[in-house]
């Protein structure tokens, strides 16, 4: 294979790469806006707004795993106690991305003061904590 042949395949495997991540993010996100939405639906007290995204947090959280350790990382644990580590690993890594989704979604909801800002909100701010989650993963997790 030729040098140019090889950066085409790179390109290729990168496009690929970052198709295959945007398309689980966004599952993730559906996800997590779906299960804010039944959350809501069955909670709307004082603190509903809080439960739903608590609840949207943690499906997300759990799809996205699913999705990025078998299909973007194609990572596989040693032990049960090494995928326990992963995990917890994934989850300390998202803790900052999900503080930049909470307060996006959460400055909506104080701007707005509707639940359609809100959930917009959330989208952005899983969008841009999604681009920084992947750089820690990339490096912390699933090295």
């Known amino acids: ?3 140019a042949e090889s950066v085409d395949a790179q390109s290729l495997g990168r496009v690929s790469l970052v198709s295959r991540y945007t398309v689980f993010a966004l599952v993730a996100m559906a996800a997590n ?3 804010q939405k039944l959350s809501w639906w ?3 007290d ?6 739903s995204v608590c ?6 959280l759990l799809v996205k795993y699913a999705l990025d350790k078998a299909w ?8 049960v106690a090494h995928g326990i580590e992963t995990f917890a690993r ?3 890594m998202g803790l900052a991305t999900t503080a930049i989704f909470w307060a996006t979604e959460f400055i909506a909801q104080a701007l707005f003061h509707t639940e359609a800002a809100r ?3 959330g989208a952005l701010g899983l969008a841009i904590g999604y681009f920084a989650k992947y750089q820690l993963d990339k490096r912390f997790v699933f090295a």
């Open 42 to 44: 069955i909670y709307q």
């Open 55 to 60: 609840v949207g947090t943690g499906v997300g």
């Open 119 to 121: 959930l917009s909100g």
């Open 90 to 92: 994934y989850v300390a």
């Open 1 to 3: 294979m030729s040098a």
């Open 33 to 35: 806006l779906v299960a």
């Open 72 to 79: 973007i990382f194609r990572y596989e644990h040693r032990s």
């Open 46 to 51: 004082a603190y509903g707004v809080l439960l």
